[in-house]
């Protein structure tokens, strides 16, 4: 009799529901796996066969053949060695083919029939319970990981054995209790750390609040690197929501400690201008998340940007602009969320003195090339940075200073927690949550400024020959400004302010 039973295959974030089937025919024996499966499931065979001998369950005689529905779509990874084998222990009579119905089965077999823990567990039980399934079997390692879903018994095995045995209702089901905890880490730098850079640390706290994508132009040692490391600890605290988005991302990609199954802090990913355009965007045979993606609800981080390869930084335009990235390939096109802040530093020329005071008539760059250098970062490109900062080298009495300057990234952070609250509280109801994602409908709506604070604007606007784009970019700005400030309206100096991030 042909036993059916389901797994999920995982297109990028999105699942896909998978009958297997086993049947046999007579013939020489033989173990055949047909419906587009990848060379890892092609190889799960001798896994299948050896974990099931071991296990003691008698095999089918002839030829077993598994077809994983629907053939159309390409089944990619291990986690099919489960439900195939219990498929084949089906057909010998060991367990019922009813006990496979509302039931879904992942996990990678052993030779010897453990079963080990297999990625994208996260995005497989929120499938298997939107789709009405009413139990998952697991991997134990990734047990922790599948009670985040709730609303969907999880049954962890740690081998086949225990599968068939929960089956047959041999034994009972492991009682799983949540063990990990959510308890932030300390970022060791903190702002009041930081010496000077008074007008930086105000615009870190700004683009911390409204999620506005900000570059640091300045000589090497200004702390420019510093400044984008200490942002980490006053970035707003993650809804409940962006922890299930971020850690479903990195579940996919393989990365999620199994003693953390939940993210719980924003993302800071800082890549190094070697970097590839496709590590950055994401790709591959098997288009997986890149660093933009691994960025969501959080930071990329990316130092000396003018480094970077022309080509790689025009990548990043499309996806700052529509906050997800779509990686079309031969066998699949995948959209990955990307809803980044992006932190950029680079020297003002090649050699990094140019028109530096602190350092007059020390570089030596000629004019084609410092203009060579900026051109690197093409006019597209910066509009879509909400703002840009000169950072000038802090003088020697003040970095010799032991006492702190300024605030303390503790109490800043209070401050960009009430203004986030603002922003959710404004734009509830809407799919965006912060500032920076207003379109320039919304920004009507909810930013009305009044004519004399217009005017300034508009004037403004035309001496810094600003852009469509960077005219509502300065708005979204002010707003934020004026949220840390706990102001309802934009007034005249929070439209300045903003301003003075435009040039």
């Known amino acids: 009799m042909l036993s059916k039973i389901y797994c999920v295959a995982l297109a990028g974030l999105e699942g896909h529901l998978v009958e297997i089937e086993v049947d046999t025919r007579m013939s020489l024996p033989a173990f055949s796996i047909v419906g587009l499966p990848d060379a890892a499931i092609q190889e799960s065979k001798e896994r299948v066969m050896s974990a099931v001998k071991n296990c003691g369950v008698g095999l089918p005689r002839g030829r077993i053949i598994v077809n994983l529905a629907p053939a159309h779509l390409k089944k990619v990874g291990t986690h099919y060695d489960l439900p195939m084998a219990l498929g084949v222990a089906a057909f010998s009579g060991i367990v019922n083919v009813d006990d496979f119905k509302d039931t879904i089965f992942v996990g990678e077999l052993a030779l010897n029939g453990r079963v080990r823990p297999v990625s994208g567990i996260l995005a497989t039980v929120e499938f298997a319970k939107h789709q ?141 201008h070697t970097a590839s355009g496709v590590s950055i965007v994401g790709g591959g045979t098997v288009p997986m998340p890149g660093e933009i993606t691994l960025a969501h609800r959080g930071i990329l981080f990316m130092d000396e940007m003018a480094e970077f390869p022309t080509q790689v930084l025009e990548m990043l335009r499309q996806p700052m602009e529509n906050k997800v990235i779509t990686i079309s390939r031969a066998r699949a096109t ?88 603002k922003q959710k509280d404004r734009f509830k109801g809407l799919s965006i949550q912060k500032n920076v994602e207003m379109d320039s409908h919304i920004v009507q709506r909810f930013c009305k400024i009044e004519t004399e604070v217009k005017t300034l604007l508009d004037l403004a606007a035309n001496q810094l020959n600003l852009s469509a784009r960077s005219y509502f970019k300065a708005i979204k700005v002010a707003r934020t400004i004026a949220d840390l400030e706990g102001g309802k309206i934009i007034e005249k100096k929070h439209i300045a302010e903003a301003l003075q991030y435009m040039k």
């Not at 970035?235 to 996919?252: A, F, R």
Request: aromatic content about 6%; hydrophobic content about 35%; overall charge positive.
């Open 132 to 272: 009405g399934f009413k139990r998952i079997f697991v991997p134990k390692t990734n047990a922790q990981e599948a009670l985040i879903v709730g609303g969907i018994e999880v049954i962890a095995i740690g081998h086949l054995n225990e599968a068939i045995l929960h089956l047959n209702q041999k034994i009972s089901p492991f009682l799983i209790s949540q063990k990990y905890k959510t308890k932030p880490s300390k970022n060791p730098i903190d702002m009041g750390m930081i010496k000077g850079q008074h007008q930086a640390k105000r615009a870190m706290e700004i683009a911390a609040a409204g999620g506005h994508n900000i570059l640091l132009n300045g000589a090497p040692g200004a702390g420019k690197t510093m400044l984008a490391k200490a942002l980490k600890g006053i970035l707003p605290d993650m809804t409940h929501n962006e922890m299930l988005e971020v850690s479903k991302i990195y579940s996919v990609a393989g990365l999620l400690p199994n003693h953390k199954p939940l993210v719980t802090e924003r993302p800071f990913r800082s890549i190094h």
């Open 334 to 421: 995948l959209t990955y969320p990307a809803q980044f802040t992006l932190v950029g530093a680079m020297n003002p020329c090649p050699c990094g003195y140019y028109q530096v005071e602190k350092f007059k008539g020390r570089c030596e760059c000629p004019h084609w090339k410092v203009e060579r250098y900026y051109k690197k970062l093409s006019g597209p490109l910066l509009d879509r940075i909400d703002m840009r900062l000169r950072v000038e080298p802090v003088d020697h009495e003040s970095l010799t200073s032991t006492r702190l300057e300024g605030e303390s990234s503790e109490v800043i952070k209070k401050r960009v927690n009430q203004a986030f609250k």
